[in-house]
């Protein structure tokens, strides 16, 4: 069983800037982070498996994603933010593989943290 802590959600105008931190409680092969805004799906931002990262076009050149291998803490800066990016986000980590892109290819979930980003 992996747990996963995020924290770093918040609210900020656009162009601004948020960091986005998910502790998990131990080491998976993939970790993810999906967010879901209201009647929408979840929907695959970024991930990193093995030092190899993946990014939704929205999102390339304005997020990064990192992995602290020694904390089992994965981060998402989020740079240049948009009011389009107002979401929940969720972490997620997978011990199987599959799409990175695709929410049914990973196994554990955090609760969440929102990210409003107004105009």
């Known amino acids: 069983q992996v747990q996963l802590v995020e924290s770093g959600g918040g609210s900020v105008q656009a162009g601004g800037s948020l960091r986005l931190s998910c502790a998990a409680s131990?080491?998976?092969?993939?970790l993810g982070w999906f967010r879901q805004a209201p009647g929408k799906e979840r929907e695959g931002v970024a991930a990193?498996?093995?030092?190899?990262?993946y990014y939704t076009d929205s999102v390339k050149g304005r997020f990064t994603i990192s992995l602290d291998n020694a904390k089992n803490t994965v981060y998402l800066q989020m740079n240049s933010l948009k009011p389009e990016d107002t979401a929940m986000y969720y972490c997620a980590a997978s011990t199987f593989g599959g799409r990175w892109s695709n929410p049914t290819t990973y196994n554990y979930w955090g609760q969440g943290t929102q990210v409003t980003v107004s105009s």
């Open positions: 990193v498996n093995f030092g190899t990262t």
């Open positions: 131990a080491f998976t092969n993939r």
